[in-house]
C-alpha cells in the first residue's frame, strides 16, 4: 500500500514538513515521486526510515499506534464560559498522554459514544466518544 506525506506524518506522529525533510535525504526507504507528489510504502503498517549514524536518535513512532482517541467535555470549562461570558475550548480530545483542548471534533471513521459511570475516566467524565487509533480526528479552535 503506498501512501502519501500527510497520512505518513501522522503515522509516524511527526509534521508534514519532516516528513518532506527526510524524503529528501533519501531516509523513508522505497519512496518515490510520481509527478509532483511523494508515494511512500507502508512495511508493516508504517513507514520504514533509515537511521543515521550521526546526531539523536529519531523521535517519530516506529510502530503503530495502539492508543484509543477518547473526546469529552470539560464541565468546569462550560460551567466558567457560561457565567463569565467566555469562550474557552471545552473539548477535551485525548489519544494516550497526549491532550488537545478545542471547540469542534470531526470524526473520519468508526467511533462509540460510552456511558459507563461506574468506571470514569482519569479525568473524572463518565460519558465520552471513543474512537480507534488509526481513525483521523481533527481538531478546531475558535477565536
Known amino acids: 500500500m503506498l501512501i502519501g506525506t500527510v497520512k505518513a506524518a501522522r503515522l509516524l506522529g511527526i509534521s508534514c514538513q519532516r516528513v518532506r525533510q527526510l524524503l529528501k535525504a533519501g531516509r523513508i526507504i522505497g519512496a518515490f515521486k510520481e509527478g509532483r507528489f511523494w508515494r511512500i510504502p507502508l512495511t508493516k503498517g508504517m513507514p520504514k526510515v533509515k537511521a543515521m549514524n ?61 456511558y459507563d459511570p461506574d468506571n470514569p475516566l482519569a479525568c473524572g467524565a463518565t460519558l465520552w466518544i471513543e ?13
Do not use: M
Request: aromatic share 8%; with cysteine; charged share 25%.
Open 131 to 143: 474512537a480507534g487509533a488509526d481513525v483521523n480526528v481533527r481538531t478546531e479552535v475558535f477565536a
Open 54 to 114: 550521526r546526531g539523536t536518535k529519531g523521535t517519530w513512532r516506529k510502530r503503530p499506534s495502539v492508543a484509543f482517541w477518547t473526546i469529552h467535555i470539560i464541565k468546569q470549562n462550560l460551567d466558567r464560559n457560561r457565567k463569565y461570558k467566555t469562550n474557552e475550548p471545552v473539548i477535551a480530545v485525548r489519544q494516550g498522554n497526549r491532550v488537545k483542548y478545542c471547540h469542534s471534533v470531526l470524526i473520519d471513521g468508526p467511533s462509540r459514544l460510552v
